[in-house]
């Protein structure tokens, strides 16, 4: 079974300054998929970040970077240059390379940014 | 391109009622995921829905049924609600065929069960 861990339930940073939000993984699957969503307190899922299993380079997307480390399976999601508007919460989440089919979510970071 | 979209957005119900909620993918996807989010968790993978059938199931009862329709729209049909069916209800969509692309979600149907 695949398992998602974000042991940050809250994070501060300063606007301007770069956040590194933690994720761990667990599953006995050669290929997969890791993900990073953004929830506003709207309710909806932004997709922000993917990176396969395979791949050999870490994901970048704008100010978005994963840092994949596979050996120690973790997927840390860094956001550069924080914004007002990151304040929200962080999802990781797993699932199939491409992440068409069952997606398993952590329970999420909270972060807010301080003007 | 319009994205996810889902109706209602917020719903009031009591226990033991039946719900149905509505979902229509992102242009050019052809499957249909759904999701339940309880406060303060990540949201949990209910089933999906592709070629109008149910390709994949989590860890929920038979309570919670689907549907897709030929144009690919979705609906999550729920029964007999139980105050712990109070949560968001997330549809995403995607496209299976060729790999697979990543899910892209809706804003949500917030439930309440009193």
């Known amino acids: 079974a695949q398992k998602i861990t974000q042991t940050q339930p809250g994070m501060f940073v300063q606007e301007k300054e770069a956040v590194t939000l933690d994720c761990t993984y667990d599953?006995?699957?050669?290929?997969?998929?890791l993900f990073w969503y953004k929830q506003p307190s709207s309710g909806e899922m932004i997709f922000l970040i993917y990176?396969?299993?395979?791949?050999?380079q870490n994901a970048t997307e704008g100010r978005y970077s994963l840092n994949f480390q596979k050996a120690r399976k973790s997927a840390n999601l860094v956001i550069s240059a924080s914004q007002l508007g990151d304040s929200a919460m962080y999802f990781c989440a797993m699932g199939t390379q491409g992440g068409s089919e069952k997606l398993v979510f952590g329970k999420g970071t909270k972060l807010t940014v301080n003007p | 391109d319009a994205g996810v979209t889902q109706s209602p957005t917020h719903l009031i119900k009591t226990r033991g009622q039946q719900v149905t909620l509505r979902c229509s993918p992102k242009?050019?996807?052809?499957?249909v995921s759904w999701y339940q989010q309880a406060l303060g968790q990540g949201p949990q993978f209910i089933f999906q829905?592709?070629?109008?059938?149910?390709?994949q199931r989590g860890n929920f009862p038979d309570r919670f049924s689907g549907h897709q329709f030929p144009n690919y729209s979705s609906e999550l049909n729920v029964n007999a609600l139980l105050l712990g069916d109070s949560a968001l209800y997330l549809c995403?969509?995607?496209?299976?065929?060729?790999?697979?692309?990543?899910?892209?979600f809706g804003p949500g149907t917030r439930l309440l069960v009193l």
């Open positions: 995403a969509s995607s496209f299976l065929v060729g790999g697979g692309e990543t899910q892209y």
């Open positions: 990176q396969g299993s395979y791949d050999e």
């Open positions: 242009s050019g996807h052809d499957t």
């Open positions: 599953t006995s699957d050669q290929s997969y998929g």
């Open positions: 829905y592709y070629e109008e059938e149910e390709r």
